[in-house]
């Protein structure tokens, strides 16, 4: 909690007076400025660990994490390119600056940092469900599809790839292949009110009225303010 915490941050500051070079006191003090959304003072005690240790991969990838969390791009694009320079061979941050190539719409960078998050560790579930947003958002459908595949492949329990895949197939009109994905959304997580929506929308389209207004109102139920459910539930009725 919040006392300990700050507990943690004033004994950690005693010990670096003690000793100005107690790396990992400084690599913790930065992770509890971070968690208090203290950003100036977590870099500053990372910058003191790049000093003393400048081949320290987690801190850069600490780093640049806390800059994507801010919204500040650049900064985070710097300091994991410059952890790559460090371990060019780490999966997790190639990962994660592919995620931030995302968010500034570096589509083509994006594609070339999940591929080669999955070089250095093909299971990564992440990376492929990542890879297929990028896909997608070039609208390379058939790529964007192979990949969602590929990450229910790694982890079944990925219910967001399983909606996207759902997503893909409606928009085919492969109807019953949609309902089937977004069934096993569904069956993952229960609460997923989009999975519930769009569910419907194909027992729509397939004329099973009886059933796409019950999911329908199952997705209104979880969230009462969804007012496209509500719509097609008039619509029907």
């Not at 910058?47 to 969390?69: H, L, S």
């Not at 997608?136 to 459908?141: A, E, I, Q, S, W």
């Not at 492969?174 to 609460?191: C, L, S, T, V």
Request: glycine share 6%; proline share 3%; charged share 25%.
């Amino acid at each position: 909690d919040k006392g300990d915490i700050d507990n943690a941050i004033s004994a950690w500051e005693k010990a670096i007076i003690v000793n100005p070079e107690f790396v990992e006191a400084y690599y913790n003090l930065g992770n509890a400025y971070e968690e208090k959304g203290l950003l100036v003072k977590a870099m500053s005690a990372w910058e003191k660990v790049i000093e003393i240790t400048p081949f320290d991969i987690d801190v850069y990838f600490n780093m640049g994490v806390a800059y994507t969390r801010k919204g500040m791009f650049t900064e985070a694009i710097d300091i994991f390119r410059k952890g790559i320079d460090v371990d060019p061979e780490d999966p997790e941050i190639h990962y994660f600056l592919g995620i931030v190539c995302m968010n500034t719409g570096e589509l083509d960078n994006a594609i070339k940092e999940f591929k080669y998050t999955l070089l250095l560790s093909p299971d990564h579930a992440g990376a492929c469900y990542s890879l297929g947003n990028a896909y997608f958002d070039k609208n390379m459908l058939d790529a964007a599809l192979t990949s969602y595949r590929e990450a229910v492949n790694i982890n079944g329990n990925h219910v967001d790839a399983y909606n996207n895949i759902g997503s893909i197939l409606y928009d085919r009109g492969m109807f019953d292949d949609a309902i089937d994905a977004w069934k096993r959304a569904i069956e993952i997580n229960p609460n997923f009110v989009d999975a519930y929506y769009n569910l419907g929308n194909a027992y729509d389209e397939k004329g099973m009225f009886y059933e796409s207004v019950s999911v329908w109102r199952k997705a209104l139920a979880l969230n009462p303010d969804m007012l496209d459910a509500r719509y097609n539930l008039g619509v029907v009725y």
